[in-house]
């Protein structure tokens, strides 16, 4: 059995998705996802001019020899448009594979270490009362874990707060990004009284989530993180840019609110330091930007030996195909935490039909072999690829800052 016909599929049921098709000699089709929110174009043309040819008549049970092929036979590696594609091709490889043995891939890494994964829902508001209309919305739903990201009344914009929609979406369907401005002090006297409201009203039970998006340096994170202390977060995210350690070594002496960074992280090799040091309590990479389910594990086992929990990534941004393939990774591992889930529209759901459920604040990946994802490859084609971009951040002197 070999790999005999391998395609890469882009649609836009709402937002872009670009997806991986393989299938072997026998028939057996395997999907991966491989869509770079804001880049994806630049992975397809990755998977088509340089990947497909070489993965033609490879065995594809081996998994691991085709990921070493691919990442170790590259002169140029790493990175987020390589490791997606890469990722891409290791998670159609783990579908296979699954469906060849007839079992959920979740049983072939070892089987569940849990009933389900305890997921966080998105809530946000302009200003507190949206909030907290937002965040009792989805304790109704049945989330046990909310994020909760608000206006401040001095910026037109804020990350993670939708302006007259029901859903937030960041990327634009435009011809340009948008520009958004940022005011770290405005955002700094802001954001713990709002938390401070939200125990308030709803208590200590829910766990309550809160991302920064990278936006502050390491002494303004530390303020932060010790002005919510009393509030008790299950975890303040990305508060300054992943790539520097050191910022977080300071925002880790000065607070002990938990901290979770990474979802821009694609190897283990940029996770190594701040796993092996500590500087952060979830590891927050994704089985579609970090390699794929092979290095995803690699990086939440050495995060294990620093007793540092997975937070995986799973905005929209991440199709059904990739949350799949973090939820089999996360029932079956050790130190799982919780994994995001932000809903995607039901015309995506049409497209990418799963057998991943919700209930009682947990998703379970299902028990169909292999992922448990299907795609709808004639709905799919009838939402063709629309150019979107992520916005960019601007001080209010026009400086360009982390978005």
């Not at 008549?57 to 140029?76: N, S």
């Not at 880790?252 to 990474?262: F, K, Q, V, W």
Request: charged residues 20%; glycine residues 10%; contains cysteine.
């Amino acid at each position: 059995m070999i790999i005999e016909h391998a395609e890469v599929i882009v649609t836009s049921p709402g937002r872009n998705f670009v997806t991986l098709k393989l299938v072997t000699s026998d028939g057996v089709v395997g999907y991966g996802d491989a869509t770079l929110n804001g880049r994806e174009l630049a992975v397809v043309s990755y998977l088509r001019d340089h990947l497909l040819a070489l993965l033609i008549g490879r065995d594809p049970q081996r998994i691991e020899d085709t990921w070493q092929y691919l990442y170790r036979g590259a002169y140029w590696r790493g990175g987020p448009v390589t490791m997606t594609a890469i990722s891409a091709v290791d998670v159609a490889l783990w579908d296979i594979k699954g469906k060849l043995a007839g079992l959920p891939v979740y049983q072939l890494l070892g089987g569940a270490c849990r009933d389900g994964c305890l997921v966080y829902a998105h809530a946000f508001g302009r200003d507190m009362p949206e909030l907290v209309a937002s965040v009792s919305a989805q304790l109704e739903l049945g989330y046990r874990a909310v994020r909760a990201q608000v206006g401040v009344p001095q910026l037109a914009k804020v990350y993670g707060v939708a302006v007259g929609r029901e859903t937030y979406e960041p990327a634009t369907r435009a011809a340009l990004p948008d520009e958004e401005l940022w005011d770290a002090g405005a955002y700094l006297r802001h954001i713990p009284p709002v938390f401070a409201a939200l125990r308030a009203q709803f208590g200590p039970e829910p766990a309550l989530l809160h991302d920064v998006h990278h936006r502050l340096t390491g002494l303004q994170a530390a303020q932060l993180g010790r002005a919510l202390e009393p509030h008790d977060l299950f975890w303040l995210e990305d508060v300054t840019p992943a790539e520097n350690p050191d910022a977080l070594r300071l925002v880790r002496a000065h607070t002990i609110t938990p901290l979770a960074i990474g979802e821009v992280f694609n190897t283990i090799w940029d996770c190594r330091t701040i796993l092996q040091d500590r500087l952060v309590d979830y590891i927050r990479t994704s089985a579609t930007h970090a390699g794929g389910i092979s290095h995803l594990r690699r990086i939440f086992t050495l995060a294990e030996l620093s007793q540092i929990r997975s937070g995986c990534h799973g905005a929209t941004d991440i199709s059904p195909v990739g949350m799949a393939a973090a939820l089999h990774v996360g029932l079956a591992i050790p130190n799982f935490g919780i994994q995001e889930h932000m809903r995607h529209e039901p015309l995506v759901d049409d497209v990418f039909p799963h057998a991943y459920r919700f209930d009682d604040g947990r998703l379970h990946p299902g028990d169909e072999p292999g992922l448990g994802v299907a795609l709808d490859e004639a709905l799919a084609a009838r939402h063709p690829y629309v150019a979107a971009y992520l916005p960019v951040n601007r001080l209010g002197d026009g400086t360009m800052h982390d978005w």
